[in-house]
């Protein structure tokens, strides 16, 4: 075989080889010399290089929150109310603020509730306000709502409603308040699980106030079941009269006292607290003794002690302010000047209106 032949044939392997038309051992036994030449040389392993080490990938980012599907505004909402506190008995009228209250049937029973009771009264003012009597509950914090039987108003801080006990209040029989004010009396308190505190601080956050005749009096913390009120100035009581004296409990008013305290007309002051037995006249024109009060209005004339002064008032002052031309004669000794009224009025003893007869 020549040396051209050899060629193209060892050409002609190779071709099938790269097309995968014979293995290794087609070649082999096509000529054994070919097949060794064909042997791809053994090569020295490479050291293998160690990997590198993968780069962690980055923490897969949460997908965010499903977005919370909008909802519709509420069609009737409570803003607020003008009292958030309510006598357990019932009758405490309050003013509900909020929205969509045209929407109400003034005819349903069920339409405002507080808690799960039905107003005992209530009048659609405008779509933004409805005026409700409360219902008699127990001492809780309740929910007011309002619907149009479709919507109802949701519950919020802003239609809490809290019923509380009343307080009752007795005052010592016959007191005198001066109608100057400033009047100290202990009075008793009473209520189903009455709770004044412990001390002033406490008792001052009991929010628990008072009123005179409709004026606010001041109050000061004794023990668990008394007070000292101070009364406000005040109007002198006619013959059968008497001044109304309430307890409120976070506004929540109390049975009034009504038959024990009257407001009485006081000297304040005098000019002069002393003279002679034998009595003071005025000079020149000059009067012997002035007395400033409150209350004085319609008084017929002043006694000091059991001495009849003649005074008079002074032009456009006739409630507060008298003189007296004269002081009369008297009896040694300390002695009240007083009013005199044939209304009924009578008048309270104060520091301020002692005078005191003395030769010394």
Known sequence: MTLDTRARRAAAV????????????????????????????????????????????????????PKPTATAPAVITISGLSSAFGNTAGG?????????????????????????????????????????????GTGTKVQISVTD???????????????LEPISVQLPDKTSLSAAGGTSVRVTLTAKALDLGTSTGTFAQRKIT???????????WVDATHVDLVAPAGTPTKTGGKV??????????????????????????????SGKVSGTPGVAGKPALT??????????????????????PVNGKDDTLWTCANVPAGTAGAAPVLPTFTDGRVAGVTAGSIYVYSDL
């Open 149 to 163: 039987g479709a919507n109802t108003s949701p519950d919020t801080p802003a239609d809490d409603f809290s019923y």
């Open 92 to 136: 405490t009228n309050t003013v509900i603020t909020g929205k969509g209250f045209s929407r109400v049937d003034p005819k349903s029973k069920s339409a405002v509730l507080f808690g799960k009771t039905p107003a005992s009264t209530f009048l659609v003012l405008s779509d933004t306000q409805i005026a409700a009597t409360a219902p008699a």
């Open 14 to 65: 190779v071709a099938l080889l790269g097309t995968g038309a014979l293995g290794v051992g087609t070649l082999a036994t096509a000529s054994p010399a070919l097949a060794a030449s064909a042997k791809p040389k053994p090569t020295a392993p490479a050291s293998a290089k160690p990997s590198a080490t993968p780069k962690p990938s980055g923490s897969p980012k949460p997908s965010g929150s």
């Open 244 to 273: 109304s004296v309430v307890i409120l409990n976070n506004g929540v008013a109390g049975a009034a006292d009504t038959t024990h305290a009257r407001y009485v007309a006081v000297v304040t002051k005098l000019s002069a607290v």
């Open 291 to 312: 007395i400033a009060g409150v209350g004085l209005s319609g008084a017929t004339g002043f006694s000091i002690g059991s001495a009849k002064a003649t005074c008079a």
């Open 210 to 220: 008072a009123t005179v005749d409709g004026n606010a009096a001041g109050l000061t």
